[in-house]
């Protein structure tokens, strides 16, 4: 039986983007780049443990333009995964579970992720 | 009329025994990461230089050290967790999904050990 030419059930493109979806994938995102920084996050541990892992070099590329940048990523990664994690628990307890509540938590979750990123940057 | 035993029906497990178990995990290393990585980002925006003899320094605190561990277990548990959920979703193919769960596993597994020996040998001096 071909299954050419049939037609597909409305899909990602037809429907109005909601702004829990931009969360939703953020919030994998964020956790992938948090994984890939734990590479780094134990590589650092193994430098200040071990002479033979130079800490020095480690020093200077998170002291350089890309490395600072990934530290900015990583820490923003950081603070939007916790508050969304946040938002998250409380949902398993039952909360916020209207439709309404999960678009304005949505915004509350990137607010005070950006804010805290900036109050974290700025005071390190 | 129903295939399962009544030995099956009581256990209520279902035909794959589990399936709780990850979700758990996941909101339990996601609490106590609450705790751990809040204490890490604020004990570590309180350092007032980042050398190598500062941080082994810090890190030989033997509070500093405990807490260190603890996060750097939790963090390779819930990241694994998390990568699983990602390889199963978007790894197709059975070959190439089972050998990127198994990978990360290992990955997961060797970081989770090494950030503790580093941890330990800065804690208890340079036997290790």
Known sequence: MSTEGRPLSPHLTIYRWPITMTLSILHRMTGIAMSVGLVLFVAWLAAIAWPAVPYEGLDRFFDSGPGRLLLLGWCFSFFFHLANGIRHLLWDTGRLLEKSQAATSSWFVIVSAVLMTAVYWLSV | ?128
């Open chain 2, 1 to 128: 009329m129903s295939l399962r035993s009544p030995l099956s029906r009581v256990l209520g497990s279902g035909s794959a025994k589990d399936g709780t178990e990850h979700w758990w995990q996941q909101r339990v290393t996601a609490a106590a990461l609450l705790i751990l990585g809040g204490w890490f980002v604020v004990s570590i925006a309180g350092l007032e230089q980042y050398g190598q003899a500062e941080l082994a320094n810090w890190m030989a605190h033997p509070f500093n050290a405990t807490m260190m561990i603890l996060l750097g277990v939790t963090l390779a548990w819930h990241s694994s967790l998390g990568v699983q959920v990602v390889i199963e979703d978007y790894v197709h193919g059975p070959a190439l999904k089972v050998l990127s769960l198994v990978l990360s596993k290992f990955a997961h597994t060797f970081l989770a050990i090494t950030a503790v020996l580093a941890v330990l040998k800065l804690s208890l001096g340079s036997a290790v």
